[in-house]
């Protein structure tokens, strides 16, 4: 069987990665625009792994300025058979604290004003796809058994808001998602999920707890704990990605 290729997608804290063996650095210029950062082609764990940097390299373009399509569209053009996207979010279930890892099974979208589909009538026919579960199941699980492995704790659950940003949240506005059932709040899964379930590739999300959401804890956030968590915890989500990568 020949061997699959899976895109990574890293977001805050995740630009470089660190582990494959790079064999090429692809530019990619999609009908729809340039991605957000060159794509590296390498080997790890054995397998194929294409990475993009979300926010770009460095990290300069915020949630809402991304063109998830020309990057899903290029991740395709370069033949992923899946993708690992990373997320740095807010906690707002009791349990997800800063640190904390949560492999999401649901999300909901509060974005707006971004190109969120390729089914706009130019690029490709309209057709209402089902969106039900969001994240595949079977990289879920990859995930899951890879964290087992290596007995590192992470959620099996988790609904992520995903907001239009670039500011936090008002804790208003967290209580408000905490009671419609919202576990954790980020910025960048949508349309990103959305664009992978149109071209077809199965998709899911690593999420790491970067800090308590607005009105979760007493201390004001500020970029520079943020920071420390990443620095923190970034190293358990690319081992678990190497983990789960044969499987995947
Ligand atoms: N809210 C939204 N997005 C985020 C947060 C948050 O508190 N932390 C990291 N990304």
């Given at each position: 069987m020949?061997?699959?290729?899976?895109g990574?997608i890293g977001g805050t804290?995740?630009t470089?990665?660190e582990g494959?063996q790079?064999t090429?650095?692809?530019d990619v210029?999609?009908?729809l625009?340039?991605?957000?950062s060159?794509?590296q082609q390498g080997?790890?764990?054995?397998?194929e792994?294409?990475f993009m940097?979300?926010?770009g390299?460095p990290h300069a373009?915020?949630?809402?300025?991304?063109n998830?399509r020309?990057?899903l569209?290029?991740?395709q053009?370069l033949g992923a058979d899946?993708i690992?996207a990373?997320?740095?979010?807010g906690?707002i279930?009791?349990?997800?604290?800063?640190?904390?890892?949560?492999?999401?099974h649901q999300?909901?979208d509060?974005?707006?004003?971004?190109e969120?589909?390729?089914?706009?009538?130019?690029y490709?026919p309209?057709?209402h796809?089902?969106?039900?579960?969001?994240f595949?199941?079977?990289i879920r699980q990859?995930?899951?058994g890879?964290?087992?492995?290596?007995?590192l704790?992470v959620?099996?659950?988790g609904?992520?808001a995903v907001?239009?940003?670039?500011?936090?949240?008002?804790?208003?506005e967290?209580d408000?998602?905490?009671?419609?059932?919202?576990?954790?709040?980020?910025?960048t899964?949508?349309?990103e999920?959305?664009l992978a379930?149109?071209l077809g590739?199965?998709?899911?999300?690593?999420?790491l707890?970067v800090n308590?959401?607005a009105?979760?804890?007493d201390?004001?956030?500020?970029?520079e704990?943020?920071?420390?968590?990443?620095d923190?915890?970034?190293?358990?989500v690319?081992d678990?990605?190497e983990?789960?990568l044969?499987?995947?």
């Amino acid at each position: 069987m020949p061997t699959k290729r899976i895109g990574i997608i890293g977001g805050t804290g995740l630009t470089r990665l660190e582990g494959p063996q790079i064999t090429q650095v692809h530019d990619v210029n999609t009908v729809l625009g340039t991605p957000s950062s060159s794509v590296q082609q390498g080997t790890w764990n054995g397998c194929e792994v294409l990475f993009m940097a979300r926010h770009g390299h460095p990290h300069a373009l915020p949630p809402h300025k991304v063109n998830y399509r020309a990057n899903l569209l290029a991740l395709q053009e370069l033949g992923a058979d899946a993708i690992i996207a990373v997320n740095a979010v807010g906690g707002i279930h009791a349990d997800m604290d800063a640190g904390a890892i949560v492999i999401p099974h649901q999300l909901v979208d509060l974005t707006w004003g971004r190109e969120s589909t390729y089914f706009d009538g130019s690029y490709k026919p309209l057709e209402h796809i089902d969106f039900t579960d969001p994240f595949d199941a079977d990289i879920r699980q990859h995930l899951l058994g890879a964290a087992a492995k290596l007995q590192l704790p992470v959620s099996d659950f988790g609904v992520v808001a995903v907001t239009q940003g670039p500011r936090l949240e008002t804790t208003a506005e967290i209580d408000y998602l905490e009671r419609i059932g919202c576990d954790v709040v980020g910025m960048t899964s949508m349309p990103e999920a959305v664009l992978a379930r149109e071209l077809g590739i199965p998709y899911a999300s690593v999420c790491l707890v970067v800090n308590p959401a607005a009105g979760r804890s007493d201390a004001v956030i500020t970029m520079e704990d943020i920071q420390r968590v990443l620095d923190a915890g970034m190293g358990q989500v690319r081992d678990l990605i190497e983990a789960a990568l044969p499987a995947v």
